[in-house]
């Protein structure tokens, strides 16, 4: 049915602060990504799920990050005791193939 | 280092006028090559996807891709006002889900 979505569309933390940002997948689709987007530059990888395993968090750029999707379809990405530098756009995708999707992004601003 | 390589733009074209968007990558293994459109503040939207060499056409688009060459093109012909936008390349390197992707080309469109 409808597309990806995510909550909340705005977030301001002020620092060190936790923050948890949500992604709800296509309907049936078995992968999920997250992205990081800086301002004029291209999505930068996070991580990944199949299903509900997570098979690739190599991306997550500090142990601060906490990422989960515990049944297979929602997914959460945490981050704990926010820095300034966590301040981005956070992106979900979601595939059934190759084609990946992208929800409308969280914007996060830590003041 | 895996890379994707795009100008980074402006590239200012004249309404109805074809543009020309360019990307090369490092990896000659590379299998799956995306373009995706993003208007600012939005997220980014898949256009098109090629897998084989040569050109594939969807409406006003044509991606063109050459494997030996390592390149990737997205051209639009009869450009609008509505293309202006930030266009992305992305490269499935090796990896079976994992995207590296280029930082984007602006694309005006001038009336």
């Known amino acids: 049915g409808a597309g990806v979505s995510q909550s909340p569309r705005y977030k301001v933390a002020k620092r060190g602060q936790d923050v948890a940002l949500r992604c709800d997948p296509i309907?049936?689709?078995?992968?999920l990504f997250w992205y990081q987007q800086a301002l004029g530059q291209g999505p930068e990888f996070l991580t990944y799920?199949?299903?509900?395993?997570?098979?690739?968090k190599s991306g997550l750029p500090s142990d601060r990050f906490f990422a989960e999707r515990p049944e297979g379809s929602v997914s959460t990405l945490k981050i704990q005791r926010t820095q300034q530098e966590d301040s981005a756009v956070y992106l979900c995708?979601?595939?059934?193939?190759?084609?990946?999707?992208f929800g409308p992004g969280t914007r996060l601003t830590v003041l | 280092q895996k890379e994707v390589e795009q100008n980074s733009g402006p590239l200012s074209v004249p309404e109805g006028a074809i543009a020309s968007l360019n990307c090369t990558y490092s990896?000659?293994?590379?299998?799956?090559f995306f373009w995706y459109r993003q208007y600012s503040g939005k997220s980014p939207e898949l256009i098109m996807s090629?897998?084989s060499n040569g050109d594939k056409e969807d409406g006003r688009f044509t991606a063109q891709l050459n494997k030996a060459s390592q390149y990737v093109s997205l051209l639009i012909r009869d450009s609008q006002p509505s293309d202006s936008a930030t266009y992305l390349c992305?490269?499935?390197?090796?990896?079976?889900?994992?995207?590296?992707w280029g930082a984007g080309t602006k694309l005006i469109i001038k009336p």
């Open positions: 799920f199949q299903n509900e395993a997570q098979l690739d």
């Open positions: 090629i897998y």
């Open positions: 309907s049936g689709h078995v992968s």
């Open positions: 990896d000659r293994g590379s299998q799956s």
């Open positions: 992305a490269v499935n390197m090796g990896s079976n889900y994992q995207l590296i």
């Open positions: 995708a979601s595939s059934s193939d190759n084609e990946q999707f």
